[in-house]
């Protein structure tokens, strides 16, 4: 199937050539037809493989038609990263139609968001809070609504915006069409879907599987020796666009310190920053400006970045869901990526719910040249011979197994 097989404007089919979409992913292929019928859909995808342009194309062709002046299209984002990635998609994709998109959020100026609100923006891309925040103080009509996209709702839950959406979905239209995402579907997701959403078509493409073109990669290590084996990792020519993911935002900062101080060309992104600075920092990561950007797991949703080589996990994250989120940052648009996660003793439980989601064993690696504490060197020995990955991380290491069966904890568990 191509682009051209769909029934859609020759101006969007323009517009997704020249942003160098080829062929549909199976998400787009799967619901851009139902989208452009009128249905209802809920749809779940590995992160990284097109979801965002299966609801925008619909979206600007039913916009296509009809009047101007009115916002008729409303998207829900749990983020201000991922509202300004879907904007950014609505723009590229509509460049030849004359549809117009803003963004409502949190942490800038309500100047902007208010005109855009009140003078009828076609699209409008918002996180709840804000939104909800303006059309307490009257800004926005959306009575003349034709279309709701609730993304990433499972982040909605886990960010408490669940009751935000229910309050929003007040002050629109019961006729509408609806299109709901989320990577899970927790009890709270269910029931939203059951409320929101008529006859919904469901769609679920690699549901909690990696992305298939990214290879992973445990670095096991000392918790005190954390620190000392990142920067040797950065070290390498070949990490040329680096994505480091830490638990909380102190430590984002800490960590971002010791990488510069280390000569690295180095940002951060997390939320007690400004959005200014959020922004600044995206950018500068995108242009090549940064080699490495430091951040919690605000970025691991709708951080939608070309060419990031490798997402190392410094801390492994709460959920596995979490982590497949953070791990499709690399391998996008069918590039290859690797993932590298540094694995301390106290995670062999997590690594063990990975490795049954995944359904092999993740390849353990040692970087050579690094001082490894005694534990972590009395407990494996290289091997000659260890079973490749499917696509092995390129590493500059060696790859080593359990050198006894005897190891209690995470050394014999993850294994």
Not at 124 to 135: E, F, H, M, N, S
Not at 190 to 205: D, G, M, W
Not at 345 to 370: A, C, H, N, Y
Request: glycine share 8%; charged share 20%.
């Amino acid at each position: 199937m191509t682009f051209q097989d769909f029934d859609i404007d020759p101006r969007l089919l323009a517009a997704v050539a020249q942003a160098s979409y080829v062929t549909p992913t199976p998400i787009q292929e799967a619901a851009i037809p139902a989208a452009l019928d009128g249905q209802d859909l809920i749809g779940t995808a590995q992160t990284g493989t097109g979801k965002t342009a299966a609801f925008v194309l619909p979206i600007l062709q039913k916009l296509l038609g009809g009047p101007r002046g009115h916002t008729r299209a409303l998207i829900l984002s749990p983020t201000r990263e991922l509202a300004q990635q879907t904007h950014e998609t609505i723009e590229a994709l509509g460049a030849r139609t004359g549809i117009r998109s803003a963004t409502v959020y949190g942490g800038v100026r309500y100047t902007s968001q208010i005109k855009a609100l009140k003078g009828g923006i076609d699209i409008i891309v918002a996180c709840p809070g804000r939104l909800l925040d303006l059309i307490g103080q009257g800004c926005g009509r959306f009575d003349r609504l034709e279309a709701l996209v609730i993304d990433e709702a499972d982040r909605m839950l886990d960010m408490g915006f669940l009751p935000s959406v229910r309050e929003i979905l007040k002050h629109l239209p019961a006729r509408r069409q609806t299109m709901l995402f989320s990577a899970t579907f927790p009890h709270e997701v269910e029931q939203l879907a059951s409320q929101v959403l008529t006859n919904p078509q469901r769609i679920a493409i690699g549901l909690m599987r990696p992305v298939e073109t990214v290879s992973h990669a445990l670095y096991p290590v000392d918790e005190s020796q954390k620190m000392d084996l990142l920067l040797a990792l950065l070290k390498s020519p070949e990490r040329t666009s680096v994505l480091v993911f830490t638990r909380t935002r102190r430590r984002a900062d800490r960590i971002t310190r010791q990488i510069a101080r280390a000569g690295l060309r180095v940002t951060c992104l997390h939320g007690d920053l400004s959005q200014s600075h959020r922004q600044a920092a995206l950018n500068g990561f995108k242009s090549g400006a940064y080699r490495v950007l430091v951040a919690t797991d605000i970025a691991a949703r709708g951080l939608d970045v070309e060419g990031i080589s490798h997402v190392i996990n410094y801390d492994m994250p709460d959920t596995a869901d979490a982590y497949l989120h953070r791990i499709g940052r690399t391998g996008r648009a069918e590039r290859t990526g690797d993932a590298i996660t540094l694995a301390t003793p106290q995670d062999w439980e997590m690594v063990w719910t990975l490795q049954k989601i995944m359904g092999e064993d993740l390849s353990r690696q040692m970087l050579d040249g690094f001082e490894y504490s005694r534990q972590v060197s009395a407990i494996y020995a290289p091997v000659k011979a260890a079973t490749p990955a499917a696509r092995p991380t390129k590493s500059h290491g060696r790859h080593f197994a359990p050198a006894r069966q005897s190891v209690r904890g995470f050394y014999r568990r993850g294994g």
